[in-house]
């Protein structure tokens, strides 16, 4: 296996310019190490109660079934940890220094590589999964200078499903450069993308029960599919499931204020509006589109589509209006305030799993799909689409499409083609889609344009009072239509 399942980009000027190398002590190394064997043997632990569990209520069947004599019925079924050991990894008391390794590490100008960020570089944030390595990579994108290349990657515990940049931080004031990281794991991660060499995400968002420890569970129980963060008030993330449930995180705390289940499967796709804060738009595998008012988790309307929701999309250029993929090929176009889709079309031959607008170009809209085809199309009018280019891409099934904040045209795809699965795509480089869209790309684009999300914004003021965490309370209400109002 070699796949590129999630992506998305970081804004120019927004990463550091020098990251920050983490350079841990023998100490700090064997505490850490100490502590994830700990952790991983309470998760085996709490397996193998749970498999012995599930065993004493089918013992009574079992005796009855007659017994594979050497148990090939059940292989598939051990309780032994699915994780990996580190019960051998060794740490060394002389400084960190491995005894066999004898020639020193001197500082040579020739082996070393410039790890600064410049103001004109974008960052790409991409999960990789190779083999049985999960990674999290940090790609250096540089437009002018016509560069690609990974600057820095971190080992990830799980395979990852989807990443949301973020730039809060609840030990810092400040702006931060982070990423939420959803995965098959049901606890998110939140990783520093300025940092080099880290072993643990800036914090978590999420706690696996433990009755040993009698710890109650926070959060999702199963993995993560999408992650939205509200970026008018940056300390509120949504995260949708495969447990049928959209979580609202207070990352203020890291836990959990509000809990939709109006679901009856796996939560796909999040999407908040681009100025009315308190609304989410919703895809889920059982073929609906949903947008909540996440005030009092009213549905203000939802729709019916041909099959699973893949993803869901807002057109920021004209907000009223959304889009949403399928997972047989379809696409469809809605205003949010009628109760039919505008238009849907036979957009791929499979699962739509990229659905994507330019960040500064209306109506030019990018697909990709499993089928390996990658599409422009111009919605310029709210009818039916047009095709204007289509290509057979060499990135096998295509699972993610992510577009540049900076460059109108540029965009990335990833899929799981193993000797090839990532690849940069500059639309301006193609004549028939340059000519289409000329006229439409801001002439003061300026990419050297720096980005503060947190200026001029208010606060979602979250609450989460003992005994529910599945609704708003009325104070929280209140503090929540004050925000708005202000706003």
Request: charged share 25%; with cysteine.
């Amino acid at each position: 296996m070699n796949v590129i399942p999630c992506m998305t980009w970081v804004k120019k000027g927004v990463a550091a310019k020098n990251p920050v190398k983490v350079e841990l002590t023998p100490t700090e190394l064997k505490k850490i190490l100490e502590e994830k064997q700990s952790e991983l043997h309470a998760d085996v632990e709490d397996e193998d109660n749970e498999v012995s569990k599930q065993e004493n209520e089918t013992e009574m069947q079992s005796n009855i079934i007659q017994q594979d004599e050497y148990g090939f019925d059940n292989y598939d079924e051990e309780s032994g940890s699915i994780h990996c050991s580190i019960g051998n990894i060794t740490t060394f008391d002389n400084y960190g220094k491995d005894p066999l390794i004898t020639k020193d590490d001197d500082d040579d100008d020739s082996e070393k590589e410039d790890d600064g960020i410049k103001i004109n570089d974008n960052l790409v944030v991409i999960g990789h999964v190779d083999g049985d390595a999960s990674i999290l990579e940090i790609y250096v994108y540089n437009e002018a200078e016509d560069s690609f290349y990974c600057h820095h990657d971190i080992l990830l515990p799980s395979f990852p499903l989807c990443i949301e940049w973020l730039n809060f931080d609840p030990a810092d004031s400040k702006p931060s450069n982070l990423c939420a990281l959803g995965s098959m794991s049901p606890i998110i991660e939140v990783w520093d993308l300025d940092l080099v060499d880290c072993l643990e995400p800036a914090y978590k968002l999420g706690h696996k029960p433990s009755k040993k420890k009698n710890i109650k569970r926070i959060g999702h129980k199963d993995a993560v599919l999408d992650l939205a963060w509200n970026q008018n008030y940056t300390h509120v993330l949504a995260s949708g499931s495969v447990d049928q449930t959209v979580l609202l995180w207070d990352l203020e705390n890291g836990t959990p204020v509000n809990k939709i289940t109006s679901f009856d499967e796996k939560i796909q796709s999040l999407k908040w509006h681009p100025t009315e804060t308190h609304q989410l738009l919703t895809g889920c595998a059982d073929k609906m589109v949903r947008l909540f008012d996440c005030r009092d988790q009213t549905v203000i309307n939802s729709w019916e589509t041909s099959g699973e929701v893949e993803r869901v999309l807002w057109n920021q250029f004209d907000p009223n209006y959304c889009i949403a993929s399928t997972d047989n090929g379809h696409m469809l176009y809605f205003d949010i305030r009628q109760n039919k889709p505008i238009w849907s079309i036979e957009a791929h031959t499979k699962e739509v799993t990229g659905l994507s607008l330019s960040s500064s170009c209306p109506g030019f809209l990018v697909t990709s799909s499993n089928d390996g085809v990658i599409k422009v199309w111009d919605i310029i009018k709210h009818e039916e689409p047009s095709c204007v280019w289509e290509n057979k891409t060499n990135l096998g099934a295509l699972l993610c499409l992510a577009s540049s904040p900076n460059n109108p045209l540029t965009f990335s795809a990833g899929g799981d083609n193993k000797s090839h699965n990532l690849r940069i795509f500059d639309f301006a480089k193609i004549a028939k889609v340059y000519e289409r869209f000329e006229d439409r790309i801001p002439k003061s684009n300026n990419h050297n344009e720096m980005m503060d999300i947190t200026d001029n914004v208010g606060s979602i003021m979250l609450s989460n009072d003992s005994g529910s965490n599945t609704t708003f309370e009325k104070k929280t209400k209140n503090k929540f239509k004050k925000s708005l109002k202000s706003k």
